[in-house]
């Protein structure tokens, strides 16, 4: 079976007395807090893609791709070529592809 893709939610936090301003990736498997980098085109991915990375889940090529929701991004994972999966059933093996006609990757 294909394994569950994660969703990641980041969002803004305005800097305190002792920080500076940080973005938060927020999974199920867990919480990371990521400097605001101001010179950055998109810190928002700069921080899903460093959160994605840091549990191996970018490896296969697969890339993020997002939407935003009031003031909160959220990434999914995009599989990359380098996993094709069958049309029909999603399966990214042949040997688990359950489509009659085969499937086709
Ligand atoms: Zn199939």
């Not at 294909?2 to 305190?16: D, N």
């Not at 990371?32 to 889940?57: L, T």
């Not at 959220?74 to 489509?99: N, Q």
Request: aromatic share 12%; proline share 5%; with cysteine.
């Amino acid at each position: 079976m294909e394994t569950k893709m994660q969703a990641i939610r980041t969002r803004y936090h305005g800097p305190t007395n002792t920080m500076g301003s940080r973005i938060s990736a927020k999974a199920e498997s867990g919480t990371r807090y990521f400097p605001y980098d101001y010179a950055s085109v998109n810190p928002h991915k700069d921080a899903a893609e460093a959160f994605a990375n840091s549990f191996g889940w970018l490896k296969d090529g697969s890339t993020l791709e997002s939407g935003v929701f009031g003031h909160d991004y959220y990434f999914v994972i995009v599989r990359g070529k380098e996993t094709p999966m069958c049309v029909g059933c999603e399966a990214s093996v042949v040997s688990e592809c359950l489509c009659p006609s085969g499937g086709t990757l």
